[in-house]
């Protein structure tokens, strides 16, 4: 199964600027796991570089993710930046 999802990383703009962009990789991991029904969750390096492609302080507002359930196991998505 494979769906594109666009994430809002607005309210992550609200914690302590030092804290954002990794705060921001545990929700997008967050919202993942919710919609996705999901155990864990593999996301690729794209998301991380596109997060952090501002530092740490100037995340996105929002990001869109491609999200796709492995092969092997059903439990485990794998995530990476939509084209």
Not at 12 to 24: D, G, L, S, Y
Not at 58 to 71: D, G, H, R
Request: charged share 35%; hydrophobic share 40%.
């Amino acid at each position: 199964m494979e769906r594109v999802y666009t994430i809002p990383l607005r309210n992550v703009k609200k914690v302590k600027r030092t804290i954002r962009a990794p705060r921001a990789i545990r929700e997008v991991r967050n919202f993942l796991m919710k919609h996705m029904k999901a155990e864990q969750v593999l996301l690729d390096e794209s998301i991380n570089h596109e997060i952090w492609k501002n530092g740490i302080q100037n995340i996105p507002s929002k990001i869109t993710v491609k999200a796709q359930t492995s092969e092997e196991d059903e439990d485990i998505v794998e995530a990476s930046i939509a084209e």
